[in-house]
């Protein structure tokens, strides 16, 4: 049976006026139809989130008021996990037993932001006039634009509404139309824990219809989005219609790097989950293996014992280890890559191929290439699925510089057991986050972006909020005394 979900404007939950069929990638089959929204859809939740913005029922509440209304959403979120899990497991292929677990921890990002909204703070300046007062507030910058891609629907919208509610502001949300369901369906609990009409407006669309219209729209005063780097070079050319300010959280091909001296049966637990978890469809996803040459054959074994036993299947199923992949796109991508990748000297160790036919699913098994140089085509590009490359080194500067040769820098790994050495390489390495004996762990509490083509700005702590925030600075003037003339000289 085909569900029909709604788009979410101004506190009402219409069908709009056109939809699109939104496939399961397990089977390849059509399991939802999703409202499609027009340039008109958006306009009209950027009006409304405009006039929340403004309106006494928003903008009259205090900032603990704001956060419990988080606190509210973040139970409610709690409460629903199983059944958004489930949806975004249908839509997207992700396996149940990571959108149940990570939906879960979901809530604690808005628990976060619910505590932090009356934190939000100004701070008073010692100027050098002795009659002045001076102080800066921290006010919400206005409407944002909140984009996400398919993978972690949920969680990724998390870090943008968590901190842009807490300082104030108001949203037009757009899920991807690569599986949307979760968050059309999140607008429930939105309107369910009392936000005002407009303050979260929630939608869905393609390109010019929707993306477009959202991002050059004039009433829209920061861009929040994550993506791919083509992508984010579209909506900053958009942003200068409106002169948005903007934050983008791009993708990855990030490095893991382990020395000999590492723990390889801890390290290849490490590896496994860090780029054949999600199907590697994850933009922190460890895709890049630098192995000092002293462990790299011992790790490849392990790797490849692995990663063969991984179970693959039904993404509903509680046993299953990796899913589909969300797209038949993505898996022709990847299967491109790999065979130039083998063309070009990489030795294929597993996998290459796709695990079952097209009539049950987008299916392509967990895959190792032994690379013989940085410029094999799966070193260089993001691929976005269950691919490893590895590559070895012998001296830590060499491990450094090859880490580093990437036009991306979003997050990084290191194994080694030397805390000295590890201080070295995590000073060297370039990317915004850099875990050291374990990956893939994440907190609302740290900070998280990248640098060069991973993006700019950051998602997760207080920095986030205040990113949602503009200054305005308040002169005061102390003195009794009547302001003299200007034109009269003394």
Not at 64 to 93: F, I, M, N, W, Y
Not at 177 to 184: C, F, Q, R, T, V
Request: aromatic fraction near 6%; charged fraction near 20%.
């Amino acid at each position: 049976m085909v569900q029909r979900f709604q788009q979410y404007i101004d506190g009402v939950f219409e069908d709009g006026g056109a939809s699109f069929d939104s496939l399961d990638p397990s089977t390849g089959k059509v399991w939802a139809q999703m409202p499609r929204a027009s340039a008109a859809d958006v306009d009209r939740a950027v009006r409304a989130a405009h006039r929340a913005f403004n309106a006494p029922e928003w903008t009259g509440l205090t900032a603990t008021q704001r956060g419990k209304l988080l606190s509210r959403l973040a139970d409610l979120v709690a409460a629903k996990a199983p059944h958004l899990a489930q949806l975004e497991t249908a839509d997207t292929g992700k396996i149940i037993r990571e959108t149940r677990s990570q939906i879960g921890y979901v809530a604690d990002y808005y628990r976060y932001y619910a505590g932090l909204a009356d934190k939000i703070q100004g701070f008073t300046v010692p100027v050098d006039k002795p009659d002045m007062d001076v102080t800066v507030r921290r006010e919400p910058i206005g409407v944002v634009a909140a984009i996400v891609p398919w993978n972690s629907q949920l969680f990724l919208s998390a870090v943008k509404l968590g901190p842009l509610l807490a300082a104030g502001c108001t949203v037009v949300l757009k899920a991807s139309e690569d599986g949307p369901a979760p968050l059309l369906e999140f607008a429930r609990l939105v309107h369910e824990a009392g936000f005002p009409p407009g303050v979260v407006n929630v939608l869905t669309g393609f390109g010019e219809d929707c993306g477009q219209a959202l991002t050059t729209h004039p009433l829209v005063a920061r861009i929040a989005f994550t993506g791919g780097p083509g992508t984010a070079r579209h909506v900053l050319r958009n942003s200068a219609e409106n002169l948005a300010s903007t934050s983008l959280e791009l993708g990855g091909k990030s490095p893991v790097v382990v020395f000999d001296d590492a723990d390889l049966d801890s390290v290849a637990n490490a590896v496994v989950a860090g780029v054949f978890a999600a199907t590697g469809q994850s933009c922190v996803a460890g895709s890049r293996l630098l192995v000092q040459r002293g462990a790299h054959q011992p790790l490849l074994t392990l790797l490849k014992r692995k990663a063969e036993a991984i179970r693959i299947g039904d993404p509903q199923d509680m046993d299953t280890e990796i899913g589909p992949l969300a797209t038949r796109r993505q898996r022709d991508h990847i299967e491109d890559v790999v065979a130039r990748s083998v063309a070009e000297g990489a030795a294929l160790i597993t996998g290459g191929k796709r695990a079952l036919d097209d009539s049950e699913g987008i299916y392509y098994q967990p895959t190792i290439l032994d690379c013989p140089n940085a410029t094999i085509s799966s070193v260089r590009e993001e691929l976005f699925g269950p691919v490893l490359s590895v590559l070895s080194f012998d001296t830590e500067a060499e491990a450094i510089a090859l880490a580093n040769d990437t036009a991306y820098g979003l997050a990084s790994g290191v194994f080694t057991t030397s805390l000295t050495r590890a201080h070295r390489v995590v000073r060297a390495l370039r990317a915004g986050v850099v875990w050291v004996n374990t990956y893939r762990a994440v907190s609302p509490i740290v900070p998280f972006g990248g640098y060069g083509l991973s993006g700019q700005g950051r998602e997760g702590g207080l920095d986030a909020a205040l990113e949602y925030t503009r200054t305005k600075s308040v002169w005061i003037r102390t003195s009794d005394e009547p302001i003299s003339d200007p034109f009269v000289m003394r």
